[in-house]
């Protein structure tokens, strides 16, 4: 069984320790938290051991009791997860090392902060190979996009990729972002950071991306375009991403006209806090023309990271393949159901609801 601590305990960091206790081979050795807020609260009521990263008194305040420091959590950890804000987990690399304790990090690290980038579909073997002990999960973007291109690089060659990201302005519960009535180029200068990203995990794609900020909060949206290195039919890039179990084809006979609507149907399958893990793919808007591939597809940013830090944890001091923990990170999950008794979009094929119905 492995003990994996989390270290930051907001977006990422709350579901990745409820991801970690869904494992058959993980437990949570604890997680830390500098701010006794409503989340240190159910961390506690979760069962997590809550560690206090700074003063511990305020924890006591609030009535959640501390099991430890830092420096205990990092001690009883066998690997630890920083999802700790940008820039905090590269300032934490010190004390994990101290503790020769492995370490991942998030998407908001430079990647030079880190011995190597990883996402399971791109380089799983190469992290599990390598001797790499302080590794970057990519962020929730690059992770959408090396989902897609490494099938397709597999399947017909990926001559060149230009992707326009509409970027969510902040999370739900990012009060403090914006913009509120805006549509800002971000950044203004072209290719953004999006594309270098993706070269860290597929370093042999030829890829330009484009950022714009718009005033949502639910998903990112990605209008992707692949020029392939072979002509295919767009039924049968269909069939390569269907393949795919962390993309969700969304069935154009559900109606979904965007990512409010894929919020809805995660909630209504049950999912926890209506998490998307798959990138969500629109079936219909798959479109070739000669060897330029087009399609849209959303990004879930508070979730979609989530399952490669699992991925991330077996590569890094386990003993799975790629495929032994892919398969056991999405069984354990639920990644690729929606089959609650309230929604069956993807399992029968049947009828689901339209948002005006
Ligand atoms: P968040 O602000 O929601 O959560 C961070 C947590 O860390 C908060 O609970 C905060 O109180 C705590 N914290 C702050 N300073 C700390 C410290 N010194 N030690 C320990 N904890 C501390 O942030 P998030 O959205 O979960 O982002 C975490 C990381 O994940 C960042 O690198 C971010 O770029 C990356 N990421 C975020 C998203 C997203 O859309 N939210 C997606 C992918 C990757």
Sequence with gaps: MLRVGVNGYGTIGKRVADALAAQPDMEVAGVAKRTPNFEATAAHRAGYAVHAVSDAAPFAEADVPVAGDLDDLVEASDVVVDCTPAGVGARNRELYEAHDTPALYQGGEDAD?????????????????????????????????????????????????????????????????????????????VPSHHGPDVNTVLPDVDIDTLGVTVPATLMHLHSVNVTLGSEVDADAVRETLADESRVFMVPEHARVAGPGHLKELAKDAGRPRGDLWENCVWEESVAVEGRDLYFFQAIHQESDVVPENVDAIRALVGDADAAESVVRTNRALGVGRFDSPTNHVATTGGAAASADD
Excluded: M, W
């Design 113 to 189: 902060a880190t011995d190597a980038s990883f996402n399971a579909r791109a380089n799983y073997e190469e992290i599990a190979r390598g001797d790499a002990e302080h590794v970057r999960v990519v962020s929730c973007n690059t992770t959408g996009l090396s989902r897609v291109l490494t099938p397709l690089e597999e399947a017909y060659g990926v001559e060149k990729t230009r992707v326009t990201l509409v970027r969510r302005g902040g999370d739900p519960g990012q009060s403090d972002r914006g913009p509120i009535n805006d549509i800002l180029p971000d950044p203004v200068t």
